[in-house]
């Protein structure tokens, strides 16, 4: 048995994990005890990753035929794709991906659409902008002691190392206020004061005077969710009223970092590229979470050719032309920037299958051509 380091891929928060290993295998993990962002702590949801994507982990390329998936070898799949690619032109092919890949990946992708003329590409990450680094964000550490915190979204359930900070924050005294869909969250339940909203963005057009009083330069607006990229410029906005600081907790492990080397995309920009080309390649991206199975589905009937890349199965795949297994996170070495902008690196600590392409194998080999 082995126990190694990693970073948890789970959500952006950037904890770290332990990984127990017996031969070459994740059976389950342990949480990394000197780590300084989850300090000695890891919550379900990371617990949990690792079970779930090896359930549904697989490792021979899949293909349509008469609208069912059929297990295709890769020479043949990689040489379709690179036909299908070499016979359309660029602005019919869009690629889109998400905070799922490394930023070593992202690179990878960048320079492959520069090589092919392709345009259309970017990553969804749930209508969050490229975070710049002149902002006022706040760290980790900063929520343990700050007299108040607005919080929109379930952050408990959904980044619990954050919400074990404000749980902190709240024992030390601070007021925290929040506001979501569900009076019955997590988050609400442990919160001081709670607004029950319909819409985020409504919110923020009218935003509470009773919240705007509390928010000072200690105090910091922590937020996971948003329903276009207008409602990170207005949370900016109150924020710079009173000098409070932001803290934008983004939906995937590399968020963060991917929106450093590829155009970010919000619903609006997702949808315009998916209705712009004819072929999709879809890279480790849940986007069918965002639009629902449905919505999803009738956009992707549209096209002639999709490719969907992906280290665990989908739910929904029967739009799909190829679908590709990549390694997972514990397959590969890389680095990953968390939602605060720290970069941390990461060792493979299971042997890949070698029978399963990386990405920069099947756009090398799609590159040859
Ligand atoms: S808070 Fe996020 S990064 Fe930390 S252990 Fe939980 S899922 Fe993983």
């Known amino acids: 048995m082995l126990i190694k380091h990693s970073i948890c891929p789970s959500c952006s928060v950037g904890c770290g994990i332990n990984l127990i290993c017996i031969d070459n295998e994740v059976v389950g993990t342990y949480p990394y005890k000197k780590h300084p962002i989850n300090e000695g702590k890891n919550c379900s949801n990371g617990k949990n990753y690792y079970k779930i994507n090896k359930k549904n982990s697989f490792k021979t390329p899949l293909k349509n035929s008469g609208n069912k998936l059929i297990e295709f070898d890769w020479d043949r799949t990689v040489g379709s794709i690179s036909e299908i690619i070499s016979s359309y032109h660029s602005d019919e092919i869009g ?24 345009r259309k590409i970017g990553v969804y990450s749930h209508n969050f902008p490229k975070i710049s680094t002149e902002k006022l964000i706040s760290n980790y550490d900063e929520l343990n002691n700050a007299p108040f915190l607005f919080i929109i979204g379930d952050i408990f359930v959904k980044n619990p190392l954050i919400g074990r900070r404000i749980a902190i924050a709240s024992d030390n005294g601070s007021k925290i206020f929040s506001a979501d869909y569900s009076d019955t969250s997590i988050t609400s339940i442990n919160s001081d004061n709670y607004f029950k909203i319909s819409s985020i963005t409504e919110f923020l057009n009218n935003f509470p005077k009773e919240i705007e009083n509390e928010l000072n330069k200690d105090s910091v607006i922590i937020f996971n969710q948003l329903e276009d990229k207008e409602d990170f410029e207005k949370i900016e906005k109150i924020s710079n009223n009173n000098d409070s600081k932001i803290l934008p907790v983004l939906s995937d492990p590399n968020s963060y970092g991917t ?14 590229l998916i209705d712009g080309v004819k072929v999709l390649i879809i890279i480790n991206s849940d986007i069918g979470d965002y639009f629902g199975h449905a919505e999803i589905n009738s956009k992707l009937k549209k096209l002639d050719e999709i490719m969907f890349l992906t280290e665990s199965l989908p739910e929904y795949m029967s739009n799909f032309d190829y679908v590709l297994p990549i390694p997972q996170m514990s397959e590969k070495s890389g680095t990953l920037t968390n939602t605060i902008g720290k970069s941390q690196s990461f060792e493979k600590v299971v042997r890949k299958d070698e029978s399963v392409f990386s990405i920069e194998k099947i756009f090398n080999e799609i590159l040859k051509d």
């Open 259 to 272: 929106m450093e080397y590829l155009p970010t995309l919000d619903k609006n920009d997702l949808i315009d």
């Open 95 to 118: 690629i889109i991906s998400s905070g799922k890949i490394t930023n070593e990946e992202a690179t990878f992708l960048k320079n492959f659409a520069k090589k092919k003329g392709i």
